[in-house]
């Protein structure tokens, strides 16, 4: 296998901002001179993800492939800064602020919309038209077209002023920014966008379905809930967070399941899983 001064590696089941941002920081890299290549060695792809990316002509298949099994190789993380590796992690691009006590060579990790726009923004001549859209595209996702609360006022500014400086069509990031959740299938729908957390021994997962119509299943909910106490148990969770974001009122509901238990709570505004939901989780699970 051809050896790269860099990996880099966005989160398992990757979204939209993990795959935008590899690419991102791979074109980067290799134009200053470094020979890097962004993988994703996730198996599956979430059909969603596949489409809004290629409908921006970036195809995250071509990004797949086994890591390889050198103890020398480095990596740099995107959109997450923990992943065990065979090789040395040396540095992370993350916008999920953690009470961790992270040491590398080089570590960034602040309050942005995306990791996208953290890697373009202040630096858009290092990157063409169509990558400086898709760091746009991203940041829309990950915000839910502005409507998250993991927006940043910063970025939103930027935003503006790259679509009217490209003349991007803001109507149609707006648009795919909002990414409604398809239901039609339980099995699927109850893991969408699934993260995995761990703090210390205690292993923690979340995921989230985005409805203009939040009704569609929460009459459904109950038979569900099983279905996520399973999946607690068969691999070894504290909990797991379940959130429902209505997109007409853009708020959000999150269903803590253990277990033995399901608490649900509610949101009058559309929350950030990474910046409120697994913060609060941590912290509530350090103490004990």
């Not at 103890?71 to 993380?77: A, E, G, M, S």
């Not at 040395?88 to 691009?93: E, G, I, P, Q, R």
């Not at 996520?228 to 797991?240: A, G, I, K, R, T």
């Not at 913060?279 to 103490?287: A, D």
Request: charged letters at 25%; hydrophobic letters at 35%; glycine letters at 4%.
């Amino acid at each position: 296998m051809k050896t790269f001064d860099y990996i880099i590696l966005g989160h398992q089941n990757p979204d939209v901002d993990s795959i935008v941002s590899g690419y991102l920081l791979e074109q980067y890299l290799n134009r200053c001179g470094y020979v890097s290549k962004f993988m994703i060695p996730d198996s599956v792809i979430e059909e969603e993800n596949l489409r809004v990316c290629r409908k921006y002509d970036l195809d995250p298949m071509k990004f797949q492939g086994s890591l390889p099994d050198l103890k020398n190789q480095k990596y740099i993380l995107v959109d997450h800064h923990e992943r065990d590796v065979v090789g040395d992690v040396v540095a992370v691009l993350d916008h999920h602020p953690t009470s961790k006590d992270i040491v590398l060579p080089y570590y960034r990790n602040e309050r942005f919309s995306s990791t996208a726009c953290m890697i373009v923004e202040d630096n858009e001549n290092s990157f063409t038209k169509e990558e400086i859209e898709l760091a746009v595209l991203a940041t829309m996702i990950d915000t839910v077209s502005f409507h998250s609360s993991k927006t940043v006022d910063r970025d939103i500014s930027w935003v503006e002023r790259m679509v009217e400086k490209y003349q991007f069509d803001f109507s149609k990031l707006y648009d795919d920014g909002l990414c409604l959740t398809d239901i039609s299938n339980p099995t699927s729908f109850l893991t969408h966008g699934l993260k995995e957390y761990h703090f210390g021994d205690k292993n923690v997962a979340a995921s989230y379905v985005s409805l203009l119509y939040p009704e569609q299943i929460s009459e459904r909910l109950s038979s569900f809930f099983p279905l996520l106490q399973n999946y607690v148990s068969d691999h070894d969770l504290e909990l797991f967070a379940f959130i429902i974001n209505d997109m007409t009122e853009f708020q959000s509901s999150v269903y803590y399941v253990t277990s033995s238990d399901v608490v649900k709570r509610d949101f009058d505004h559309f929350v950030s899983r990474g910046n409120e939901i697994i913060p609060e989780i941590e912290k509530k699970l350090l103490k004990k």
